[in-house]
């Protein structure tokens, strides 16, 4: 089959690509000129410069393709632009969700985030729960208005889509906060702990690619959804695995939570004016979705695609392995 992928560059993207380049299907990667192009040719993609916000190269991009995979996103907790977020999540999913349905691909899957549930009355809750009232980021706020868009779609007009939830991802190589988080915590740059009691639900970045991949494979599965994720596990437990397996001590103050929550107000109103990112990543939509947590019952997708978990502990060796390198 020829897969279209967009942010395919990106860090589940990429090892999106690496599990595609094990198998015969031909791979259309939507780059731009700062993506990692040949990074993404050297495992057989052909890649096209474009953007999600131009539907020309979209649809240029998807033309004869069979199936699209959509990882491309504004997955961030501060950005000095705000409009980025509807830019990216909102406007570019529906670009690509009417190309795809333009061009009459046989599947889309698009990856969201569990976050756009925010806090469910259910817990853990799983594909079907009904989402709470609160996102509690502007990233999950506009994740979830994409993602309607593209349900939308969907019911009224037989968009062929699949939707994947992935919890709190690691792996090695993430740039983004959660691998942003340990490499700060590697080379104690943090000045205390925060919300050790928060439990968030954590998966590998191979087991949430091996997800997208098998979702994508899978026949007569048009219309469903996949939480991915498995472990649940507090900050505190995250940390302490960090320390034990790197060696490094953790941090000797631990902040109260109305303390967290102030700095994080003053910094991210500081970031506005330096228009640099909040120091030790405070900003207040980043502390809101910590202190929150989720709950994610990722056990439709070991049943219905057969995967299994891997412990999040060979994940965080390989994170704390690759920032050492």
Request: include cysteine; proline fraction near 6%.
């Amino acid at each position: 089959m020829r897969v279209f992928i967009t942010g395919g560059s990106g860090f589940i993207g990429s090892h999106v690509v690496k599990r595609l380049a094990q198998t015969d299907h031909r791979m259309h990667c939507l780059v731009r000129k700062t993506s990692q192009i040949p990074a993404l040719e050297e495992l057989g993609a052909t890649c096209l410069v474009g953007d999600v916000t131009d539907k020309a190269s979209l649809l240029k991009g998807i033309k004869g393709c069979d199936w699209v995979i959509n990882l491309a996103n504004i997955y961030s907790f501060w950005e000095p632009d705000i409009r980025i977020y509807t830019a990216v999540n909102v406007v570019g999913t529906r670009n690509i969700m009417e190309c795809a349905l333009e061009s009459g691909v046989s599947k889309v899957i698009h990856v969201s985030t569990c976050t756009i549930y925010g806090k469910p009355a259910d817990s853990p809750f799983t594909e079907e729960s009904p989402v709470g009232p609160e996102r509690f980021s502007e990233y999950s706020r506009t994740k979830y208005e994409g993602d309607r868009i593209a349900w939308d779609l969907h019911e009224k007009k037989g968009l062929p889509l699949v939707m994947i939830y992935p919890a709190a991802v690691l792996g090695a190589g993430d740039p983004k906060p959660s691998g942003k988080y340990l490499e700060d915590l590697l080379n104690r740059r943090l000045p205390a702990t925060v919300f050790p009691n928060s439990i968030l639900t954590w998966v590998y970045v191979r087991d949430v690619a091996e997800i997208i991949v098998r979702a994508t494979e899978k026949e007569d599965n048009v219309g469903e959804k996949y939480l991915a994720g498995k472990f649940e596990l507090s900050l505190r437990e995250i940390n302490y695995m960090v320390s034990e397996i790197s060696g490094v001590p953790l941090p000797m103050l631990q902040l109260p939570d109305f303390m967290v929550t102030m700095n994080a107000q003053l910094l991210t109103w500081l970031s506005r004016l330096t228009k640099k990112p909040p120091l030790w990543g405070m900003s207040v939509d980043q502390i809101r979705t910590m202190k929150q947590g989720f709950h994610v019952d990722g056990s439709k997708a070991e049943r219905d695609l057969g995967i299994t978990y891997t412990p999040i502990r060979v994940a965080i060796e390989e994170a704390i392995s690759s920032f050492r390198k």
